[in-house]
């Protein structure tokens, strides 16, 4: 007899099991920095003292999912963030499809308040500065220091702060004039 759709055991979601969404055991995670949802339903922790990178990206994709004019985003492998109550308070989409699967990549976000936690990649996740207790220190300011500027032609507010802007990814298309907007030679 053939096996049907209602037969077969439900596909094991293994990637709930997997960074960044595996809860570390009590004192196998070396907390630096601790964040928070708006309401608090989700917390995580962070091992790593300083992102990799720390950028503002202007695309209108995260203007319009953010609500704001550029989103901070700072760049951690999956392996550096831990959520200590699990992942049962997050919420997914996929903006590409428009949809609330968790298919990568994804933005992650509480699924009560519904405050952007992160954006989840392949590869790497890409948290949101603001969301960091003791951000607004000295300490804070100079760990998450932003380096550049992506995607800054689609601005809609000039920031003249003296960091290297991109047409498109930083570091993979060209640099731009921060108020003319035209690309600048041998840089």
Same mark, same amino acid.
Request: glycine letters at 8%; a neutral charge; charged letters at 25%.
């Given at each position: 007899?053939?096996?049907?759709?209602? @037969?077969?055991?439900?596909?094991?979601? =293994?990637?709930?099991?997997?960074?960044?969404?595996?809860?570390?055991?009590?004192?196998? &995670?070396?907390?630096?920095?601790?964040?928070? !949802?708006?309401?608090?339903?989700?917390?995580?922790?962070?091992?790593? @003292?300083?992102?990799?990178? $720390?950028?503002?990206?202007? !695309?209108?994709? !995260?203007?319009?999912?953010?609500?704001?004019?550029?989103?901070?985003?700072?760049? &951690?492998?999956?392996?550096?963030?831990? &959520?200590?109550?699990?992942?049962?308070?997050?919420?997914?989409?996929? =903006?590409?499809?428009?949809?609330?699967?968790?298919?990568?990549? !994804?933005?992650?976000?509480?699924?009560?308040?519904?405050?952007?936690?992160? @954006?989840?990649?392949?590869?790497?996740?890409?948290?949101?500065?603001?969301?960091? %207790?003791?951000?607004?220190?000295?300490?804070?300011? %100079?760990?998450?220091?932003?380096? $550049?500027?992506?995607?800054?032609?689609?601005?809609?507010?000039?920031?003249? @702060?003296?960091?290297?802007?991109?047409?498109?990814?930083?570091?993979? $298309? %060209?640099?731009?004039?921060?108020?003319?907007?035209?690309?600048?030679?041998?840089?």
């Amino acid at each position: 007899m053939p096996e049907t759709q209602q @037969d077969k055991p439900p596909e094991r979601e =293994s990637w709930k099991e997997q960074p960044p969404y595996r809860v570390h055991e009590v004192g196998n &995670f070396d907390v630096k920095w601790k964040g928070k !949802c708006h309401c608090g339903a989700v917390e995580y922790q962070l091992s790593r @003292d300083k992102p990799l990178a $720390s950028k503002y990206c202007h !695309c209108t994709t !995260c203007q319009q999912l953010h609500g704001a004019p550029f989103q901070w985003a700072a760049i &951690f492998h999956k392996t550096d963030i831990n &959520f200590p109550r699990g992942h049962h308070n997050l919420a997914w989409y996929d =903006s590409a499809n428009k949809s609330r699967t968790h298919h990568l990549p !994804c933005k992650v976000q509480c699924v009560y308040c519904r405050t952007p936690i992160m @954006d989840e990649g392949r590869n790497m996740i890409l948290v949101f500065p603001t969301l960091i %207790e003791g951000i607004h220190t000295r300490e804070g300011r %100079e760990a998450f220091e932003v380096q $550049s500027h992506m995607f800054y032609l689609q601005r809609v507010v000039d920031l003249r @702060d003296g960091k290297p802007k991109f047409r498109g990814l930083s570091g993979g $298309s %060209e640099r731009v004039d921060e108020e003319t907007g035209e690309v600048v030679e041998g840089k």
